[in-house]
């Protein structure tokens, strides 16, 4: 935004940690206007369903917070992303 010569006082940055936590309006154009949304598809290599299942849990599941630490120091720069 500073580059785009917007002041800096008029806008905020803001994070939600879930869906449940926005506004219906704030999921409308985050996540759901199909003009503005970007689907990426998340790839886990060639693992089986069971694996893959395995590692969705390990990355968005409750209660694994020590698995999903583990897995980023241990593969962290294995990962390649184009956002």
Do not use: C, H, Y
């Amino acid at each position: 935004l500073r580059k785009d010569g917007v002041k800096e006082g008029a806008w905020s940055i803001s994070r939600f940690k879930g869906l449940g936590e926005m506004s219906a309006e704030q999921l409308w154009e985050t996540t759901l206007n199909p003009d503005t949304r970007r689907l990426l598809q998340v790839q886990l290599g060639r693992l089986d369903f069971v694996q893959t299942q395995g590692e969705i849990t390990k990355l968005m599941g409750k209660g694994e917070a020590a698995a999903r630490r583990d897995l980023m120091e241990l593969r962290g720069d294995d990962v390649e992303i184009d956002v």
